[in-house]
């Protein structure tokens, strides 16, 4: 593994930034950035299909829509490439601005883009380039935010603060589950499947200038200034970490995948199939999974504070072996279709994902130096997103329609495996200097 910039450089400059003011940022920035990645995966499971894909069947809609979800995937690595180069060139303050102008631009466009039956081929290409940019935005939100908290952190609470950012998902996630649910009960399923879908999407301007609020007043982070003090900024950060640093990239990238298998297989794809092959009312179903994310919500704060105290690897390898247990549960709990069994197998499978989520805002900062730490960290975690997440969905689809939700469970517990054998690779952070 790579080692960091030592101690002394970081001390050469003061913290300008309040700890309270470093939480705010990251903490709200990531929560508007992700409300407006899931809505997108929630509006996949429910609408976007019939409403932007032709009729042949429902299963081809459902395919259509998972596969443009999956494309932001694919773009959040060229995200992380394009605002990882700015952010260690010229800081994390002004990338982390423009990351959340372009989500936010993105997703308040989608909700004016229209349908098939308007605009024909036109309405799922617009929706797709659109879905790209929110990838592009994305890819350069995590890596800003998790250096924000971490740069800026006390010694021996890194994993604290570096929760903060992987907190923010969660509470997007709640968010944006709790006004669809709202838009359903307040408007019923017609007027929201005609317009009401829309609503979420353009809510996202008011809460980008939230976002930008909060994130104009900060100063830059101080281990970034004693960086730049030290040395030039690296003329391609991307060639140094693929050149010097691809070690710790597999590394992070691999231990990462598993919570992107379980998040989008325990959401979006049980929204899908718990909607449409048990019959649960989308409104029922929302609600499910606001209870599970809320035991994801306190599992990160949890998670973070027992890294703090053991290491990030302990804590790392028991929630990869829970997240195991959550794919065995999936065929079983999922499948019985009760509402007792249905609640346990989202909770445990969110509460997993809280485990082992939270520990990587700290994990993937440590893995790389200061001069390239916002690429190699936000490409970790995004090239992750292609394996474990941009098709995680479709993949459910197929196997559910192949072998039945087992094998979809399956699925999960050999992300988790091969996760697990990756963080055994891994060196302990816990008491690297950045």
Same mark, same amino acid.
């Given at each position: 593994?790579?080692s960091?910039t030592?101690g002394?450089a970081?001390?050469r400059?003061?913290?300008v930034n309040s700890?309270g003011?470093v939480?705010?940022?990251?903490?709200?920035?990531?929560?508007?950035?992700f409300y407006?990645?899931?809505i997108?995966g929630?509006a996949?499971?429910?609408?976007i299909g019939p409403?932007?894909?032709?009729a042949s069947?429902?299963l081809a +809609?459902s395919?259509?829509?998972?596969?443009?979800f999956?494309l932001a995937?694919l773009a959040?690595?060229l995200?992380?490439?394009?605002? %990882?180069?700015f952010g260690d060139?010229? %800081?994390?303050?002004?990338?982390?601005?423009?990351s959340l102008?372009?989500?936010? $631009?993105?997703t308040?466009?989608i909700?004016?883009?229209?349908?098939?039956?308007?605009?024909g081929?036109?309405a799922p290409?617009?929706? &797709?380039?659109?879905r790209f940019? +929110?990838?592009?935005?994305? %890819?350069g939100?995590w890596?800003?935010?998790?250096l924000l908290? *971490?740069e800026n952190?006390?010694e021996?609470?890194?994993a604290?603060f570096g929760m903060?950012?992987?907190?923010?998902?969660?509470l %997007?996630?709640?968010?944006a589950n709790?006004?669809?649910m709202?838009?359903l009960y307040?408007l #019923?399923e017609?007027?929201?499947?005609?317009w009401?879908w829309?609503?979420?999407?353009?809510?996202s301007?008011v809460l /980008?200038?939230?976002g930008?609020y909060?994130r104009?007043s900060?100063?830059e982070s101080?281990?970034?200034?004693?960086?730049? +003090?030290?040395?030039?900024?690296?003329? @391609?950060p991307?060639v140094?970490?693929?050149a010097h640093?691809k070690?710790?990239? /597999?590394?992070g990238t691999?231990a990462m995948?598993?919570?992107?298998?379980?998040?989008y *297989?325990?959401? /979006?794809?049980?929204?899908?199939?718990?909607?449409r092959a048990l019959?649960?009312p989308?409104e029922?179903?929302?609600?499910l999974? &606001?209870?599970?994310v809320?035991v994801?919500?306190?599992?990160?704060?949890?998670?973070a504070?027992w &890294?703090?105290?053991v290491?990030?690897?302990?804590v790392?390898i028991?929630g990869?072996?829970v997240?195991?247990?959550s794919?065995m549960s999936?065929?079983p709990?999922?499948?019985?279709?009760?509402?007792v $069994?249905? *609640?346990a197998?989202? &909770?445990l499978?969110?509460g @997993?994902?809280g485990?082992?989520?939270?520990?990587? #805002?700290a994990l993937l900062?440590?893995l790389?130096p200061?001069?390239?730490?916002?690429?190699?960290?936000s490409?970790?975690?995004n090239l992750? $997103?292609?394996?474990? @997440?941009?098709?995680a969905p479709w993949?459910a689809?197929?196997?559910?329609?192949?072998?039945g939700?087992?094998? /979809?469970?399956?699925y999960?517990?050999v992300?988790a495996l091969?996760?697990?054998v990756?963080?055994l690779t891994?060196?302990e952070?816990r008491?690297i200097a950045?």
């Amino acid at each position: 593994m790579t080692s960091v910039t030592s101690g002394p450089a970081q001390e050469r400059v003061a913290p300008v930034n309040s700890p309270g003011k470093v939480i705010a940022a990251s903490l709200i920035g990531t929560t508007i950035e992700f409300y407006d990645f899931y809505i997108y995966g929630i509006a996949a499971a429910l609408v976007i299909g019939p409403a932007f894909f032709p009729a042949s069947s429902e299963l081809a +809609q459902s395919m259509g829509a998972f596969m443009s979800f999956g494309l932001a995937f694919l773009a959040r690595p060229l995200g992380s490439v394009l605002f %990882g180069h700015f952010g260690d060139r010229m %800081g994390r303050k002004t990338t982390l601005v423009a990351s959340l102008l372009l989500m936010g $631009g993105a997703t308040a466009l989608i909700g004016l883009v229209p349908t098939y039956d308007t605009w024909g081929v036109w309405a799922p290409l617009a929706l &797709c380039v659109l879905r790209f940019c +929110q990838g592009l935005g994305l %890819g350069g939100e995590w890596g800003g935010a998790a250096l924000l908290a *971490t740069e800026n952190a006390p010694e021996g609470r890194r994993a604290w603060f570096g929760m903060f950012p992987q907190l923010g998902p969660s509470l %997007g996630f709640l968010l944006a589950n709790a006004l669809f649910m709202g838009l359903l009960y307040a408007l #019923g399923e017609e007027a929201f499947l005609d317009w009401g879908w829309r609503i979420p999407f353009l809510v996202s301007a008011v809460l /980008v200038f939230v976002g930008l609020y909060v994130r104009m007043s900060l100063e830059e982070s101080p281990v970034f200034k004693a960086s730049q +003090q030290e040395a030039a900024p690296r003329r @391609a950060p991307v060639v140094e970490v693929l050149a010097h640093h691809k070690r710790p990239l /597999v590394q992070g990238t691999l231990a990462m995948v598993s919570c992107y298998a379980l998040f989008y *297989t325990s959401a /979006v794809f049980a929204l899908s199939h718990g909607t449409r092959a048990l019959g649960y009312p989308k409104e029922t179903f929302l609600a499910l999974l &606001c209870l599970a994310v809320v035991v994801m919500a306190v599992m990160t704060p949890v998670s973070a504070w027992w &890294c703090d105290r053991v290491g990030r690897k302990p804590v790392l390898i028991i929630g990869m072996l829970v997240t195991i247990g959550s794919g065995m549960s999936l065929g079983p709990w999922l499948g019985s279709g009760s509402l007792v $069994g249905v *609640t346990a197998f989202l &909770c445990l499978s969110l509460g @997993a994902m809280g485990l082992i989520f939270a520990p990587m #805002g700290a994990l993937l900062p440590e893995l790389f130096p200061t001069a390239v730490r916002y690429t190699g960290a936000s490409a970790a975690y995004n090239l992750a $997103g292609i394996l474990g @997440a941009s098709m995680a969905p479709w993949i459910a689809e197929l196997l559910v329609s192949w072998g039945g939700l087992a094998w /979809v469970g399956g699925y999960v517990s050999v992300m988790a495996l091969m996760s697990l054998v990756a963080i055994l690779t891994l060196t302990e952070t816990r008491r690297i200097a950045l």
